[in-house]
């Protein structure tokens, strides 16, 4: 699928606050503009780019961005001073054979949801297709919005920012068929050069559609205070819906402030990892060492950090696969680490070696156990149905569910009773009350699973695998 994104005007909204020569220039979170929009769009494989001023700069610096992600080409528009609807004509003939293509601005951020819902399916022929939000309380400046009026029979009927009978906001996003260029080619010979009066022409003729994307983010970036609301939406759409309760009330206040002030470094989320590994290791060392305060503080700090990398990851899109599973590794020899730090500083408190070797093998079985257990009780769970279990453990787990967290012994909340108690200087009883949780957290969450209905999927992925085992048996006996 090709793009067509709208990029030769000036940008002057900024006021010369601008922190690049162009809108779409403009670093959000870490990304600029037309980065987001790339991987907001995974299934674009070219873009059409129409430049106009300072095109020379600006192509310059986004062949740098681009290159090597998707196809792409320029076109310049020497009247990028007139109006937009200008500038899409521009690309008339780059696009007119396409079937049907995606339009944006280039100064707008959206999240991938909202293109997958615009092109759930092609506009017909001679049609046009308008993402829009009927979240008229949830945008931004609504004065400065382009307004829609959406009819009952599920087309656009009006558009435009003076309208005072709307519905819906113009979002900034179309999908297109060839129809657009005709539209703004008979607007334009009337006078009208923007692309709502194309639009319009279409609204005349019955063809201009929408998709309906309300709940999806999206923000224009056209001056400092849009920026900065660009900025906090993409934090709140890349927030953990659930947490451990440690993490939920403290460490991600701590280590989303620090992802927010690094993510426009060159730091990428693997580098964040090995730091972890790094910082863990120093804790340990130091607690090992008789620095017991230090230790803890330090532990502590490292689960703070540990939610840096996939906040990073989520903002950035520079997760992989690899990235997660270099960040479970990490979390267990981190833990592992911290384990023998802790139970090796039972010996500055006048604990014998071979009593801290005995508590470190203990916790250290005791933790990778508990960590094999649970995550093969997991992928199980994922099978199960989604009815909630039954019991007061239930209970106080919906509880915590219901305002994002999640009740148990999860990581964070280990790594805070573990750097608490060494902090305290209670290493040796705070290993003994981690193991003993561990063991009954472990059989509590076994018991219930017992307790829970197999969902239909899971129940046949069982009935399949006994009929393989079945047949495999009947042929070795054969």
Same mark, same amino acid.
């Given at each position: 699928?090709?793009?067509?994104?709208?990029?030769?005007?000036?940008?002057?909204?900024?006021?010369?606050?601008?922190?690049?020569?162009?809108?779409?220039?403009?670093?959000?979170?870490?990304?600029?503009?037309?980065?987001?929009?790339?991987?907001?769009?995974?299934?674009?494989?070219?873009?059409?780019?129409?430049?106009?001023?300072?095109?020379?700069?600006?192509?310059?610096?986004?062949?740098?961005?681009?290159?090597?992600?998707?196809?792409?080409?320029?076109?310049?528009?020497?009247?990028?001073?007139?109006?937009?609807?200008?500038?899409?004509?521009?690309?008339?003939?780059?696009?007119?054979?396409?079937?049907?293509?995606?339009?944006?601005?280039?100064?707008?951020?959206?999240?991938?949801?909202?293109?997958?819902?615009?092109?759930?399916?092609?506009?017909?022929?001679?049609?046009?297709?308008?993402?829009?939000?009927?979240?008229?309380?949830?945008?931004?400046?609504?004065?400065?919005?382009?307004?829609?009026?959406?009819?009952?029979?599920?087309?656009?009927?009006?558009?435009?920012?003076?309208?005072?009978?709307?519905?819906?906001?113009?979002?900034?996003?179309?999908? &297109?068929?060839? %129809?657009?260029?005709?539209? @703004? #080619?008979?607007?334009?010979?009337?006078?009208?050069? $923007?692309?709502? +009066? =194309? *639009?319009?022409?279409?609204?005349?003729?019955?063809?201009?559609?929408?998709?309906?994307?309300?709940?999806?983010?999206?923000?224009?970036?056209?001056?400092?205070?849009?920026?900065?609301?660009?900025?906090?939406?993409?934090?709140?759409?890349?927030?953990?819906?659930?947490?451990?309760?440690?993490?939920?009330?403290?460490?991600?206040?701590?280590?989303?402030?620090?992802?927010?002030?690094?993510?426009?470094?060159?730091?990428?989320?693997?580098?964040?990892?090995?730091?972890?590994?790094?910082?863990?290791?120093?804790?340990? &060392?130091?607690? %090992?060492?008789?620095?017991? @305060? #230090?230790?803890?503080?330090?532990?502590?700090?490292? $689960?703070?950090? +540990? =939610? *840096?990398?996939?906040?990073?990851?989520?903002?950035?899109?520079?997760?992989?696969?690899?990235?997660?599973?270099?960040?479970?590794?990490?979390?267990?020899?981190?833990?592992?680490?911290?384990?023998?730090?802790?139970?090796?500083?039972?010996?500055?408190?006048?604990?014998?070696?071979?009593?801290?070797?005995?508590?470190?093998?203990?916790?250290?079985?005791?933790?990778?156990?508990?960590?094999?257990?649970?995550?093969?009780?997991?992928?199980?769970?994922?099978?199960?149905?989604?009815?909630?279990?039954?019991?007061?453990?239930?209970?106080?787990?919906?509880?915590?569910?219901?305002?994002?967290?999640?009740?148990?012994?999860?990581?964070?909340?280990?790594?805070?009773?573990?750097?608490?108690?060494?902090?305290?200087?209670?290493?040796?009883?705070?290993?003994?009350?981690?193991?003993?949780?561990?063991?009954?957290?472990?059989?509590?969450?076994?018991?219930?699973?017992?307790?829970?209905?197999?969902?239909?999927?899971?129940?046949?992925?069982?009935?399949?695998?006994?009929?393989?085992?079945?047949?495999?048996?009947?042929?070795?006996?054969?």
């Amino acid at each position: 699928m090709k793009a067509l994104i709208i990029a030769a005007g000036r940008g002057s909204s900024f006021r010369g606050k601008a922190p690049r020569s162009h809108k779409t220039l403009i670093p959000v979170s870490g990304l600029t503009v037309i980065e987001r929009i790339v991987a907001a769009c995974p299934q674009v494989d070219e873009l059409v780019i129409v430049t106009g001023y300072q095109a020379e700069k600006l192509e310059s610096e986004l062949r740098k961005i681009l290159n090597g992600k998707l196809e792409f080409t320029f076109i310049h528009n020497p009247d990028w001073e007139r109006s937009n609807g200008i500038s899409v004509l521009a690309a008339r003939e780059a696009l007119c054979k396409e079937d049907a293509f995606l339009l944006t601005m280039s100064d707008h951020v959206y999240e991938p949801a909202l293109v997958e819902l615009l092109t759930a399916g092609p506009p017909k022929p001679g049609e046009a297709l308008l993402a829009v939000d009927r979240n008229l309380d949830d945008c931004f400046d609504l004065a400065e919005a382009t307004k829609v009026r959406i009819s009952s029979d599920g087309r656009i009927e009006k558009i435009g920012k003076a309208l005072n009978d709307f519905n819906a906001v113009d979002t900034g996003v179309f999908y &297109c068929t060839p %129809a657009i260029f005709d539209a @703004l #080619a008979e607007s334009a010979s009337g006078g009208g050069e $923007s692309l709502s +009066d =194309g *639009v319009r022409v279409l609204c005349s003729k019955g063809a201009m559609g929408y998709r309906d994307v309300t709940g999806c983010m999206w923000q224009d970036v056209d001056e400092t205070g849009s920026l900065a609301e660009a900025n906090k939406r993409l934090w709140h759409l890349v927030e953990k819906p659930r947490d451990g309760v440690v993490s939920r009330l403290v460490n991600r206040k701590i280590s989303g402030f620090i992802t927010r002030r690094i993510c426009s470094w060159g730091v990428r989320p693997n580098h964040v990892t090995l730091f972890n590994l790094f910082l863990s290791a120093l804790a340990a &060392c130091l607690m %090992a060492a008789g620095h017991l @305060l #230090a230790g803890g503080i330090a532990a502590q700090l490292y $689960s703070i950090v +540990d =939610g *840096v990398d996939g906040e990073l990851a989520r903002l950035k899109h520079q997760g992989s696969w690899f990235g997660g599973w270099l960040d479970n590794l990490t979390d267990r020899l981190c833990d592992w680490m911290l384990i023998c730090g802790a139970a090796w500083s039972t010996t500055s408190l006048g604990a014998e070696a071979q009593t801290a070797w005995i508590l470190m093998s203990a916790a250290l079985i005791s933790n990778i156990w508990y960590w094999t257990a649970m995550d093969s009780l997991l992928v199980s769970g994922v099978l199960r149905s989604n009815k909630t279990p039954r019991g007061r453990l239930a209970a106080v787990e919906k509880w915590f569910y219901e305002r994002g967290m999640v009740f148990g012994i999860t990581h964070d909340s280990y790594i805070l009773i573990l750097a608490a108690g060494v902090a305290l200087g209670q290493p040796l009883a705070t290993l003994s009350l981690l193991i003993v949780l561990e063991i009954l957290w472990w059989a509590v969450k076994l018991i219930q699973a017992q307790n829970t209905q197999p969902s239909e999927q899971y129940a046949k992925f069982m009935a399949h695998e006994s009929t393989q085992a079945t047949q495999a048996a009947e042929l070795a006996a054969n």
